[in-house]
């Protein structure tokens, strides 16, 4: 048999494909390059643009674009009045942000385990870990997978929590035919590059409660207002505002509003691709035992923004980082979606400790993210396909 190219055979690829790629086209760059003519880089008409349409898409009342998906979630922290001696219940298979957006503000993630098939947070596991000092639930969407939003959204009911949906993976997923975005109090996205939409850099807030909206657009600038119905005496002139909270500048370019918006316009166009190469990518990977695929909830409609695929390393004669390193070896841009949060050093650091979610420790151990982005074309996935086949072979018992 052909030796593997990192023993150094001919790999799948000659170059390097990435897990994830942007797409820009020449509406992207003509809407970018057509605010650079005008008269507005910054807070000008296209940030109410974007934010229209996300309100269109999501069905959400109110939007507000932020810097990033990490202030989108700080901003959400503090609109939902969580301080110091508060607890925010969140997975540890996410990005650091959804819980560092806690201790930002002097509140501490508690870690909820997921469940095993989905990957998502398990609702029972939520409720096992609420005490007196819980506020809210940060309920992420992992790999755009929408979370069992009735039986946490009833928990946060119960309970007097305040529900943020980490959507920075979900965005355009349906839960129950309803656009996620318009389901928890706050739901948050992100558009970096390796997302479905992207402004380059950049996040969002969507929600349908006027306080949290005046709460959010306060924190996205300085805490500083000319609302007259915010201020505690009138107007002293145009020129007049008032600071009256500490907030940040956490304000989004409309430069990068203006691809964001262009963006938002093919979401139908990359959604749809992206389900095709899930269901290819499925169908593939029902024919290897070796590998074990993240299973669907029913209710949710998912635009899937990361592929994962887990090993069942019983069947294999290696470890997962020799199936990763084989794989980039033949060029296939792979990379892990997460480390469990609490092992990071900072997290051990503050007390936590290994063991807390069995569950999200074991599929650690097992996932690898393959390619998955609009523009990964038919052959391209084939050979993706064909690379993980031609790596399990070499390394099945």
């Known amino acids: 048999?052909?030796?593997?190219?990192?023993?150094?055979?001919?790999?799948?690829?000659?170059?390097?494909?990435?897990?994830?790629?942007?797409?820009?086209?020449?509406?992207?760059?003509?809407?970018?390059?057509?605010?650079?003519?005008?008269?507005?880089?910054?807070?000008?008409?296209?940030?109410?643009?974007?934010?229209?349409?996300?309100?269109?898409?999501?069905?959400?009342?109110?939007?507000?674009?932020?810097?990033?998906?990490?202030?989108?979630?700080?901003?959400?922290?503090?609109?939902?009045?969580?301080?110091?001696?508060?607890?925010?219940?969140?997975?540890?298979?996410?990005?650091?942000?959804?819980?560092?957006?806690?201790?930002?503000?002097?509140a501490k993630p508690v870690f909820a385990d997921i469940d095993p098939s989905t990957y998502n947070i398990d609702p029972d596991s939520i409720e096992k870990c609420i005490t007196d000092k819980t506020k809210a639930v940060v309920a992420v969407d992992y790999t755009g997978q929408a979370v069992q939003l009735d039986r946490i959204r009833e928990i946060c009911d119960r309970h007097g929590l305040i529900l943020i949906e980490d959507a920075a993976h979900s965005l355009g997923t349906k839960y129950k035919g309803k656009p996620v975005g318009s389901i928890a109090d706050m739901t948050e996205f992100s558009f970096h590059p390796v997302k479905t939409c992207t402004a380059g850099e950049g996040g969002a807030i969507t929600t349908n409660n006027e306080e949290l909206y005046?709460?959010?657009?306060?924190?996205?600038?300085?805490?500083?207002?000319?609302?007259?119905?915010?201020?505690?005496?009138?107007?002293?002139?145009?020129?007049?505002?008032?600071?009256?909270?500490?907030?940040?500048?956490?304000?989004?370019?409309?430069?990068?509003?203006?691809?964001?918006?262009?963006?938002?316009?093919?979401?139908?166009?990359?959604?749809?691709?992206?389900?095709?190469?899930v269901k290819h990518y499925d169908d593939a990977f029902t024919e290897m035992p070796e590998i074990t695929i993240q299973e669907e909830i029913a209710e949710s409609d998912t635009v899937r923004h990361l592929y994962v695929i887990q090993l069942n390393l019983e069947m294999l004669n290696c470890s997962r980082k020799e199936i990763f390193d084989a794989l980039l070896a033949e060029g296939v841009g792979v990379n892990v979606h997460y480390i469990p949060l609490y092992s990071f050093p900072y997290y051990q650091s503050l007390g936590y400790k290994m063991g807390t979610c069995p569950n999200a420790e074991k599929l650690y151990e097992r996932i690898i993210s393959i390619p998955l982005y609009y523009s990964l074309s038919d052959d391209e996935q084939n050979k993706v396909v064909a690379a993980i086949r031609k790596v399990l072979d070499y390394y099945k018992k």
């Open 214 to 277: 005046k709460r959010l657009v306060l924190f996205r600038t300085h805490g500083i207002t000319r609302a007259q119905d915010m201020m505690n005496k009138p107007s002293e002139g145009v020129w007049y505002y008032q600071q009256i909270a500490l907030g940040y500048n956490y304000r989004m370019t409309d430069m990068q509003a203006a691809l964001l918006s262009s963006q938002l316009d093919k979401l139908e166009l990359f959604g749809n691709r992206r389900k095709e190469l």
């Open 1 to 106: 048999m052909e030796k593997l190219a990192v023993f150094g055979g001919k790999p799948v690829f000659e170059k390097k494909i990435g897990y994830g790629h942007q797409y820009i086209d020449d509406h992207d760059i003509k809407a970018v390059v057509d605010v650079l003519k005008s008269d507005y880089l910054t807070c000008g008409p296209k940030i109410t643009e974007a934010e229209n349409k996300l309100c269109e898409i999501t069905g959400a009342k109110y939007a507000v674009l932020i810097a990033n998906g990490t202030a989108a979630l700080h901003a959400c922290i503090f609109a939902a009045g969580i301080g110091a001696g508060d607890e925010v219940i969140t997975t540890p298979i996410t990005f650091a942000a959804s819980a560092n957006c806690a201790l930002y503000l002097g």
